[in-house]
């Protein structure tokens, strides 16, 4: 038990320092923009209660926040996903499925974990890139960057799940 929770805390550091000295200055043509950091909250025990999700999310948003200078987009993002997490898990899980305490390719397959990482980052790209804009006024132009920075995102974190995620 303790060694999950020392896990989770090198995965939250890690991620946090990932994100803010490296991916936050990664964007291609203002369109792609990798946030990797999501990958703490999809991949936290399935048991975990709610409540305790939604405060390391939030915990793990206002990080971001704070180094990134953004004013609560990263923690409204990052809270709105923790929020939809069980709602998509129990969607695309099958009832007599074998559910596994840890969400991951080696848990439960690539097309799982694709599906299961992809309707989740997508959800939190959209909410963090409109809130960002504030407006619809370039709804097309938005989207387009959610759906290029959802995609790069997925890739990053599906490679993860193979480069570093392997127990």
Do not use: C
């Not at 320092?17 to 291609?28: A, P």
């Not at 923790?82 to 305490?101: G, Q, T, Y």
């Not at 504030?134 to 920075?149: D, E, K, N, P």
């Not at 995609?151 to 799940?161: A, E, G, N």
Request: proline share 3%; net charge positive; aromatic share 20%.
């Amino acid at each position: 038990m303790a060694r999950d929770w020392i896990k989770y805390v090198i995965m939250f550091l890690s991620l946090v320092l990932i994100q803010v000295l490296v991916l936050n200055h990664i964007q291609f043509s203002g369109y792609i923009n990798p946030y990797m950091y999501v990958l703490f909250v999809l991949l936290l025990p399935v048991s975990l209660p709610r409540y305790a999700v939604l405060i390391l999310a939030f915990l793990l948003g206002i990080s971001i926040d704070i180094f990134s200078n953004t004013l609560g987009l990263h923690t409204s993002s990052t809270v709105f996903l923790a929020f939809l997490r069980p709602f998509v898990f129990n969607i695309i899980s099958a009832k007599e499925m074998d559910r596994s305490e840890f969400p991951g390719v080696k848990q439960y397959g690539l097309r799982w974990f694709v599906s299961y990482s992809g309707i989740l980052i997508f959800a939190h790209h959209f909410f963090f890139f409109y809130i960002e804009v504030f407006t619809m006024a370039g709804f097309f132009h938005t989207f387009l960057r959610v759906i290029l920075s959802s995609v790069f995102s997925l890739f990053m974190v599906v490679l993860s799940q193979y480069l570093i995620f392997r127990e």
